[in-house]
C-alpha cells in the first residue's frame, strides 16, 4: 500500500440528495429532515442536503427550500447542495446555503440527457455561479460524471474526464468529484482513471464517488484511497441512484465504507452504531431492503443476541 498522505478521510454523505433524488417515492419533508439530523448527529462533517434543480426534472427534491430550512445546522458540519444553473443558485443562497456542487460529465450523450446541455455549455453555466459565489463566498465543489463509461456512448475516453476535471478545477471548484454514475468500474481502471486525473488536479482536491451497480463500488474505493484519494462520497444504507442512467443502483453504502476505512487505520470521525441505526431506520421509513451489507449483518446480529 502506499504510504498515507494522512491519517483521515473526509466522508461526503449524498444520501439525501443522490439517494432520495430517484428513490420512487416522494419522502415526506420531515423524513428528510430527520434524516440529515440523524446523520449530523452520527459524526458526518459534510452532507449533501438536497437539490436545487428544476421540480419537473426530479419531482422528489422539488422541497428543497424547506428541508435546507428545517435541518440543524450543526457546528463544523458543511451542507452543500446540488444546483444546475444560476436559477438554482439564487434558490439556494435565498434559505442561506454557503456550498454548492455543480455538476457535468466526461460524456457529451449523457450530459445532454442530464441536463438538456453540451458538456461546453453546462461549463459556461458555472462560470456566472462561480463569479457569485466567490462574492457571496459560498464554496463551490464540482461533479464530473460518466468517469469509467456512459449508459448511452459506453465507453469515455480518460482523456476527457482528465480536460472536464482539470477545467471545472481551474474555474475555482475547490474539489472534484470524479462519479462513475452506472458503476460499471472495476479497481484498476478506477485507478488509472483516478491517477490520470491526479496528474493534472491536486490529489488533494479530489474525491471518488462510485454507485455499486455491478457490484465494485467498495472494491473501487479500495483501490482510490490506497492511490492517495482522501475524500470519498457515500449514502447511508446505499440509497439511490440517477434517473438519467436506467438501471444504476445506489451510491456505495456509507456504512460498509466507515467499516472499510476503519479497518484499514484510517479515522473518519463518524460513530459507525449511530450510523448503521440510521441507516436501519431510513431503509423501513421508505420501505427498502437495508444496502449495506454490514448495517445488515449488525441488524442480523443483534436480533440472534
Ligand atoms: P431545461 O428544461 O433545459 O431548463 O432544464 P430551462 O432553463 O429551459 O427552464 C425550463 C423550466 O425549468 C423553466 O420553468 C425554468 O424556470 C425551470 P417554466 O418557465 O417552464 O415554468 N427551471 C428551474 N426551476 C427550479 N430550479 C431550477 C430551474 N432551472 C430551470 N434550478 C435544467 C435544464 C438544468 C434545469 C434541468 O435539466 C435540470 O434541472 N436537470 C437536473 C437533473 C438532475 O438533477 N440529475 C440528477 C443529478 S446529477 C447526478 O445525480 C450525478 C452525480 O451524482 C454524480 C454521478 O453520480 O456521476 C452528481
Ligand atoms: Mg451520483
Same mark, same amino acid.
Given at each position: 500500500?502506499?504510504?498515507?498522505?494522512?491519517?483521515?478521510?473526509?466522508?461526503?454523505?449524498?444520501?439525501?440528495?443522490?439517494?432520495?433524488?430517484?428513490?420512487?417515492?416522494?419522502?415526506?419533508?420531515?423524513?428528510?429532515?430527520?434524516?440529515?439530523?440523524?446523520?449530523?448527529?452520527?459524526?458526518?462533517?459534510?452532507?449533501?442536503?438536497?437539490?436545487?434543480?428544476?421540480?419537473?426534472?426530479?419531482?422528489?427534491?422539488?422541497?428543497?427550500?424547506?428541508?435546507?430550512?428545517?435541518?440543524?445546522?450543526?457546528?463544523?458540519?458543511?451542507?452543500?447542495?446540488?444546483?444546475?444553473?444560476?436559477?438554482?443558485?439564487?434558490?439556494?443562497?435565498?434559505?442561506?446555503?454557503?456550498?454548492?456542487?455543480?455538476?457535468?460529465?466526461?460524456?457529451?450523450?449523457?450530459?445532454?440527457?442530464?441536463?438538456?446541455?453540451?458538456?461546453?455549455?453546462?461549463?459556461?453555466?458555472?462560470?456566472?455561479?462561480?463569479?457569485?459565489?466567490?462574492?457571496?463566498?459560498?464554496? *463551490?465543489? !464540482?461533479?464530473?460524471?460518466?468517469?469509467?463509461?456512459?449508459?448511452?456512448? +459506453?465507453? $469515455?475516453?480518460?482523456? %476527457? #474526464? =482528465?480536460?472536464?476535471?482539470?477545467?471545472?478545477?481551474?474555474?475555482?471548484?475547490?474539489?472534484?468529484?470524479?462519479?462513475?454514475?452506472?458503476?460499471?468500474?472495476?479497481?484498476?481502471?478506477?485507478?488509472?482513471?483516478?491517477?490520470?486525473?491526479?496528474?493534472?488536479?491536486?490529489?488533494?482536491?479530489?474525491?471518488?464517488?462510485?454507485?455499486?451497480?455491478?457490484?465494485?463500488?467498495?472494491?473501487?474505493?479500495?483501490?482510490?484511497?490506497?492511490?492517495?484519494?482522501?475524500?470519498?462520497?457515500?449514502? *447511508?444504507? !446505499?440509497?439511490?441512484?440517477?434517473?438519467?442512467?436506467?438501471?444504476?443502483? +445506489?451510491? $456505495?453504502?456509507?456504512? %460498509? #465504507? =466507515?467499516?472499510?476505512?476503519?479497518?484499514?487505520?484510517?479515522?473518519?470521525?463518524?460513530?459507525?452504531?449511530?450510523?448503521?441505526?440510521?441507516?436501519?431506520?431510513?431503509?423501513?421509513?421508505?420501505?427498502?431492503?437495508?444496502?449495506?451489507?454490514?448495517?445488515?449483518?449488525?441488524?442480523?446480529?443483534?436480533?440472534?443476541?
Amino acid at each position: 500500500m502506499n504510504e498515507p498522505m494522512n491519517d483521515s478521510v473526509r466522508i461526503v454523505e449524498v444520501g439525501p440528495r443522490d439517494g432520495l433524488q430517484n428513490e420512487k417515492p416522494i419522502v415526506p419533508t420531515a423524513t428528510k429532515i430527520a434524516l440529515i439530523d440523524r446523520l449530523s448527529a452520527a459524526g458526518l462533517r459534510s452532507i449533501e442536503a438536497t437539490s436545487f434543480v428544476s421540480p419537473k426534472w426530479i419531482p422528489q427534491l422539488a422541497d428543497a427550500a424547506e428541508v435546507f430550512a428545517g435541518i440543524q445546522k450543526f457546528e463544523g458540519v458543511s451542507y452543500p447542495v446540488l444546483v444546475p444553473n444560476l436559477q438554482g443558485y439564487e434558490r439556494a443562497l435565498a434559505v442561506g446555503v454557503r456550498e454548492v456542487a455543480l455538476f457535468t460529465g466526461a460524456s457529451e450523450a449523457f450530459t445532454r440527457q442530464n441536463i438538456n446541455a453540451s458538456i461546453e455549455e453546462s461549463i459556461d453555466r458555472f462560470r456566472p455561479i462561480l463569479e457569485r459565489a466567490g462574492n457571496d463566498g459560498v464554496r *463551490v465543489r !464540482g461533479y464530473v460524471s460518466t468517469t469509467l463509461g456512459c449508459p448511452y456512448q +459506453g465507453a $469515455v475516453d480518460v482523456r %476527457d #474526464v =482528465v480536460r472536464v476535471a482539470r477545467r471545472i478545477h481551474d474555474l475555482g471548484c475547490y474539489e472534484v468529484s470524479l462519479g462513475d454514475t452506472i458503476g460499471v468500474g472495476t479497481p484498476s481502471k478506477a485507478r488509472a482513471m483516478l491517477k490520470a486525473v491526479a496528474d493534472e488536479v491536486p490529489m488533494g482536491a479530489l474525491a471518488v464517488h462510485f454507485h455499486d451497480t455491478r457490484g465494485q463500488a467498495l472494491a473501487n474505493v479500495f483501490a482510490c484511497v490506497e492511490e492517495g484519494v482522501r475524500v470519498v462520497d457515500a449514502a *447511508v444504507s !446505499g440509497l439511490g441512484g440517477c434517473p438519467y442512467a436506467t438501471g444504476a443502483s +445506489g451510491n $456505495v453504502a456509507t456504512e %460498509d #465504507v =466507515v467499516y472499510l476505512l476503519h479497518g484499514m487505520g484510517f479515522v473518519t470521525g463518524v460513530d459507525l452504531d449511530a450510523l448503521v441505526e440510521t441507516g436501519q431506520w431510513i431503509s423501513n421509513e421508505i420501505g427498502r431492503l437495508n444496502g449495506s451489507k454490514f448495517g445488515r449483518a449488525l441488524a442480523a446480529t443483534t436480533a440472534a443476541a
